[in-house]
Nanobody, 122 residues
Framework: QVQLVESGGGLVQAGGSLRLSCAAS????????MGWFRQAPGKEREFVAA????????YYADSVKGRFTISRDNAKNTVYLQMNSLKPEDTAVYYC???????????????WGLGTQVTVSS
């Protein structure tokens, strides 16, 4: 079992930055690939970024490539999402999730956090 708790969301102006954190419980965190997803009102949950268990491979949605950076610290059981140059269209609830393999498919993720709200004002 892996329990995930996101933090770091908030209200920011367009062009600003936020860093999301996702703290995981359990000794097996370092064996899981981790992903960030987001869901805006009235829209489906979409892939944002993913990182493999060791942190050596990362993947991004085209919409965030060059602006967002995913990283992890296995010693702290934490994964991060650094978000720069934020746009109003980045407004959503952001979720972290854990999977046995790194993928952008949300159906492949076994564990999910409850999410943290990110609001970008224009």
């Amino acid at each position: 079992q892996v329990q995930l708790v996101e933090s770091g969301g908030g209200l920011v102006q367009a062009g600003g930055s936020l860093r999301l954190s996702c703290a995981a419980s359990g000794r097996t965190f370092s064996t899981y690939a981790m992903g960030w997803f987001r869901q805006a009102p009235g829209k489906e949950r979409e892939f944002v970024a993913a990182i493999n268990w060791s942190g050596t491979s990362t993947y991004y949605a085209d919409s965030v490539k060059g602006r967002f950076t995913i990283s992890r610290d296995n010693a702290k059981n934490t994964v991060y999402l650094q978000m720069n140059s934020l746009k109003p269209e980045d407004t959503a609830v952001y979720y972290c999730a854990a999977a046995k393999v790194v993928t952008g498919n949300p159906a492949s993720y076994d564990y999910w956090g409850l999410g943290t709200q990110v609001t970008v004002s224009s």
